[in-house]
């Protein structure tokens, strides 16, 4: 067996490369919608909470919705994602509606957990959606994914499973037994790890002395490979040929995602951890904006265009919360409706 390496990623390139890849027009415009609709979703959260709104908190997700979106773009209809708090571009572009994500947040019926549950916890295993729930305590719902790469390979199902862990809890043990297994077994499976920056309030350079986060997947006997998580077509074209990797039989690859959490941790704090110049370096990355202007040189995106692309957006998302403000509340008599296994 060859000695798998770890490689940085080239920048995503112009439009010929895009077509090659399978993205025609209407597929970027796609692309384009989900990064403005997880963006302007994020922004109302953040208004929606300090309404009082949304019980508990609101996990941001702004400088990830490229990591999140490049990633789902590439999954095929049958692949089970098994994601983060901060994914919700994955959860739009994968077909959770915005009602749903915000009935979800604030504990009601409409969510796709019927109230049971809050935070981006959405769950619809369906095909064409596939997402499995996380927990809070990260990362235990790495052993899921790498389970359900199993039985695909048990019952000869030509699927892949995909999850994802942050920087911090990429240093959990379980993080290394499941790609441990993964490897040995050479499962199709996919390990997303979002690096953005900070572990809470840590800050990288204090949790880890390797140079990459990409370098579990060598020390397990498969790929890792660095990308730039602020550029979406980049951040598509790995995790297309990490995805069609494991298909083929191929085994896993860990796909180390840079991004930077842009804000705290979650809306409660104020991220003064962070220093300011850091914040700046990669504000000028911004995902959203950054793929805007790649539209405009590559793809001829019109001011008319985005306007009205903004303009649906906004309509999403205010029919999204009146839905959501209209679900009802779960009836306590309900409580363990759908908890037990009969």
């Known amino acids: 067996m060859a000695i798998a390496s770890v490689r940085t990623a080239e920048a995503g390139g112009g439009l010929d490369e895009a077509a090659a890849l399978g993205l025609d027009r209407d597929a970027l415009l796609r692309i384009l919608h989900a990064l403005v609709l997880t963006r302007r979703l994020d922004e109302r959260g953040h208004v929606l909470f300090k309404q009082g ?10 400088g990830n919705e490229a990591a999140s979106v490049g990633v789902a773009a590439a999954m095929a209809p049958g692949d089970l994602a098994a994601p983060l708090h901060r994914n919700l571009g994955l959860h739009l572009y994968r077909g959770v509606e915005p009602w749903r994500v ?14 049971r549950d809050s935070n981006l916890r959405t769950q619809d295993v369906t095909p064409g959606i596939g997402i499995v729930a996380g927990p809070s305590h990260l990362p235990s719902i790495l052993p899921v994914a790498v389970g359900a790469a199993l039985a695909f390979r048990v019952r000869g199902e030509p699927r892949v499973a995909l999850g994802w862990v942050g920087d911090g ?49 060598p020390a397990y006997g498969f790929e890792g490979v660095v990308v730039d998580g602020t550029d979406v077509l980049a951040v598509y074209r790995e995790a297309r040929t990490a995805i069609e990797r494991a298909r083929s039989g191929g085994g896993p690859t860990v796909l180390e995602l840079m991004t ?49 692309l903004e303009q649906e957006v906004e309509e999403a998302i205010a029919d999204a919360v009146r839905r959501a403000d209209a679900s009802a509340w779960p009836d306590p008599d309900t409580l363990e409706d759908g908890v037990y296994a009969g």
Not at 102 to 115: A, S
Request: charge should be neutral; aromatic fraction near 10%; glycine fraction near 8%.
């Open 53 to 62: 709104k949304l019980p508990g908190s609101f996990y941001t997700c702004k």
């Open 102 to 115: 915000l009935c979800q947040y604030m504990g009601r019926m409409g969510g796709t957990t019927n109230g």
């Open 169 to 217: 809890s990429s240093a959990n043990g379980t993080t290394h037994e499941s790609m441990n297994f993964a490897g040995v077994r050479r499962l199709p499976m996919v390990f997303v790890i979002d690096n953005n920056q900070f572990a809470y309030s840590t800050p990288t350079h204090l949790n880890f002395a390797s140079a990459s986060l990409a370098a579990r997947g």
């Open 260 to 308: 930077m959490r842009m804000e705290g941790h979650a809306v409660h704090d104020d991220a003064a951890y962070v220093p300011p110049e850091l914040i700046e370096q990669w504000a000028a990355k911004d995902p959203v904006r950054r793929f805007e202007a790649w539209m405009r040189e590559h793809a001829g995106l019109s001011d008319s265009e985005q306007s009205a």
